[in-house]
């Protein structure tokens, strides 16, 4: 199977991390689905992802000491092999794991995802649990000096060890079995510890050996530009960030990140500017908020992510959407980018602006997004430089507000508001 055809343009969905934490339950995921499919899965929207310790007991029961509780009671098979912890996700009881809530999210017309850590859970090292289909057993496989420095549910698998390939082939064909369509692994993509650099290599061959098309997702970053290569050999989408959040300070270094990744957007390969901070986050955190962006900077951040052509995960409680909000998610216009646009380059980034253009795949139709750095003031920019592909005379509608106006002589004047954009579209006359 060709794994960049797994996800022919950039994946579009919802993640529950940044609302629900470690906390999410089936009833929460099926709420948002049902709101997905109901309102945005019109748009592109379509995978639903249950992130972090979804095999936990207890989870957030002691937030105020812990994110993730140390050496908590998780839900395993006799194979090592991590299940839905039965208290939060009641359909997964007797052995049937995520397979009814894949299912639900499936009737739906969306697709289904989990996040994974890297390696096999230290428990299952401690006790000796089997691999499936080996004479081999967890703790033979597991490197007890590979850590994850901010979770302590898995040790590192040893590369080409007997029994290693086995263990990651035995979880994709569960997860294959379950329906799952999208898998974000953790601890991996930078390559924090000296096996992740195969282990993502070995997620690979496991999804191939599954014989199910699951989208492969590296978290966190940021990613390394030298191992581009890897990355695009091997995964599907990568974090060229760590955790993105609500704070202007680190929309602003995005613009920096996808100057230096924007060379490796390829159909099937995305570098990932991280989840969409918008509308209600953090309850599970224990600060349930609004979003501390400004509008302005959510259509900057939305501008950048489509001409960028970067995967979209949101991270917001979808029922509480306002209208406002929604709207901003479901221009399909702006989306048009992630899916019908290509050779995406910024031509300018100083102190007080940044500048990218792109082109529509039919031919004849350019993007160019326009974004103010600027604090506290409106900035105004006559263009009479741009590519020679933006013609003489062209129709230019901008994309959030639908304004239209004749693009003359190589010349466009723009005012853009502190922290905003203007999103053009510029069509041959």
Same mark, same amino acid.
């Given at each position: 199977m060709d794994k960049n055809m797994f996800a022919p343009t950039p994946p579009m969905g919802w993640n529950s991390y940044d609302y629900y934490d470690t906390t999410v339950t089936e009833e929460d995921i099926k709420k948002n689905a049902d709101f997905m499919a109901t309102y945005m899965k019109a748009y592109g929207w379509e995978y639903v992802v249950v992130d972090i310790e979804w095999y936990a007991y207890h989870t957030g029961s002691l937030r105020d000491q812990y994110q993730y509780i140390p050496f908590e009671q998780i839900e395993m098979d006799e194979y090592s092999r991590l299940y839905p912890c039965p208290d939060r996700f009641p359909s997964s009881v007797s052995g049937a794991g995520f397979k009814p809530l894949a299912d639900y999210i499936h009737n739906l017309g969306l697709k289904f995802g989990i996040h994974i850590m890297r390696g096999i859970p230290r428990i299952a090292a401690h006790n000796h649990t089997k691999i499936k289909g080996t004479s081999v057993t967890a703790n033979q496989v597991a490197d007890p000096s590979s850590i994850c420095s901010w979770n302590p549910d898995m040790y590192g698998i040893v590369p080409n060890r007997p029994g290693s390939q086995e263990y990651y082939d035995s979880l994709f064909e569960l997860y294959a079995s379950w329906g799952v369509d999208f898998v974000k692994c953790d601890d991996i993509c930078?390559?924090?510890?000296?096996?992740?650099?195969?282990?993502?290599?070995?997620?690979?061959?496991?999804?191939?050996?599954?014989?199910?098309?699951?989208?492969l997702s590296l978290s966190p970053g940021p990613a390394k530009v030298e191992e581009a290569w890897h990355y695009e050999t091997y995964a599907n989408m990568w974090r060229i960030t760590d955790d993105f959040w609500d704070n202007w300070s680190l929309l602003l270094n995005m613009f920096e990140r996808c100057e230096h990744w924007q060379n490796h957007v390829s159909t099937g390969c995305y570098p990932d500017c991280d989840m969409i901070p918008v509308g209600y986050l953090g309850k599970g955190f224990g600060e349930e908020r609004q979003t501390n962006f400004t509008k302005e900077e959510q259509m900057t951040m939305i501008s950048l992510w489509s001409i960028f052509r970067?995967?979209?995960m949101l991270g917001a409680e979808l029922t509480k959407l306002d209208p406002w909000t929604l709207a901003l998610l479901t221009n399909k216009d702006v989306l048009h980018l992630?899916?019908?646009?290509?050779? @995406? #380059?910024? $031509?300018?980034?100083?102190?007080?602006?940044?500048?990218?253009?792109?082109?529509?795949?039919?031919?004849?139709?350019?993007?160019l997004a326009v974004f103010n750095?600027?604090? @506290? #003031?409106? $900035?105004?920019?006559?263009?009479?430089?741009?590519?020679?592909?933006?013609?003489?005379?062209?129709?230019?509608t901008e994309l959030w507000t639908q304004e239209t106006k004749e693009y003359k002589d190589f010349s466009l004047q723009v005012s853009i508001p502190a922290h905003g954009v203007k999103l053009y579209r510029i069509e041959s006359a």
């Open positions: 930078r390559m924090d510890a000296t096996s992740a650099k195969e282990e993502i290599i070995m997620l690979q061959k496991a999804i191939q050996s599954c014989n199910r098309p699951i989208v970067s995967p979209m992630l899916t019908n646009s290509q050779h @995406a #380059r910024q $031509l300018v980034r100083d102190q007080q602006k940044v500048v990218w253009t792109s082109q529509d795949l039919n031919g004849t139709t350019s993007y750095l600027e604090e @506290a #003031r409106e $900035l105004t920019i006559e263009f009479n430089w741009l590519p020679a592909y933006i013609h003489s005379t062209s129709k230019i």
